[in-house]
């Protein structure tokens, strides 16, 4: 069975309704329609400069952390420390490699080594704000300090030739106090942006969308929409943001602050060893985060109506 949103249908409706709209995925969003208090749509701007205007029953702001509707004041957004920044880059991958998910520690910074098959999609999480004094270092003997935290890959340091090849990710974890205000809903990273740890920012995403087509399809089908129906989406989903976002809270404080900070992560480096062998050797506990990262603390199911 193909799942199929019914939600695009109508946001496809929406826009056949709309005469001046074409779907163009150049299109960006300049700024929100605000009539009565209530959003009604955006306003849009083409790469050549062509402006217009959507109307919509709702809003959805799923634009990523610089979202528009992080302008609004009255949604409120809440910041939390961060200790670090993430460097991210790519090396080729041999097929004698290990596979999956590799860590690695270095002197105050941390690697982790996504199997992306044909590459390692490769994170060196540094201290926050460091990236201009560690760049200035030069990129040799980053490379010479990456290799040294993951030994096995310093046969193919040479791949990365410049400095632009390493993108930095400013890490960031936030969350809007309030993901809605009448004709409008953020989901995804406009309503909170996620730690990089456990990579799991996009399954929040996706489960958010999950959860929003499951509210307001029918109600949006019905044309009976009302701000019951967005806030349930809210209500949904903060659980599993503010239970994923405690985790990354302790994970920044207990292991990547004092790791980055040139301190040993739990204080000990044995009780670090023993913690690491009951959750990589035990069945169990191997199994509870798996599930966490990928479904979340509460699954998202598509309404069967969604599906053909
Ligand atoms: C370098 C890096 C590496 C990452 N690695 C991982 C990982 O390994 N695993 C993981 O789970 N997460 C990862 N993340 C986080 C993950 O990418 C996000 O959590 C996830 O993509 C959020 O999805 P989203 O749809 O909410 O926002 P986004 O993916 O940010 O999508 C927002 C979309 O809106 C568009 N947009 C923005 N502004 C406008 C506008 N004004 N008008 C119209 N369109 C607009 C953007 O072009 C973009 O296409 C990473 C993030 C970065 C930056």
Known sequence: MVPQWDLLDLLADEAAREPSFHLRMDTAATGFLVEGGRVRGVHHRTADGTTGTLRATLTVAC??????????????????????????????????????????????????????????????????????????????????????????????????????????????????????????????DAAHAMSPVGGIGINLAVQDAVAAARHLVRPLREGTLGLNDVRRVQYRRWPTTVATQRLQRLAHAQVFEPLLAGRTAFGDPARAKRMTELVTESRWLNRVPAYFIGYGALRERPPAESLR
């Open 63 to 188: 634009d990523g952390r610089g979202s528009l509707a992080r302008r609004l004041p009255e949604l409120r957004l809440e910041r939390f420390p961060c200790p670090m920044d993430a460097w991210w880059f790519r090396l080729p991958r041999h097929a004698d490699d290990p596979s999956g998910l590799v860590g690695g520690i270095g002197d105050r910074f941390f690697t982790a080594l996504i199997d992306r098959d044909d590459y390692w999609q490769c994170a060196a999480l540094i201290p926050k704000g460091t990236d201009a004094e560690r760049r200035a270092e030069g990129l040799e003997r980053f490379m010479t300090r990456f290799a040294e935290a993951a030994p096995w890959l310093a046969d193919r340091s040479d791949a990365v030739t410049s400095w632009d090849e390493v993108k930095l990710l400013d890490v960031r974890l936030d969350r809007l106090r309030r993901w809605h205000r009448p004709g409008l809903l953020c989901i995804g």
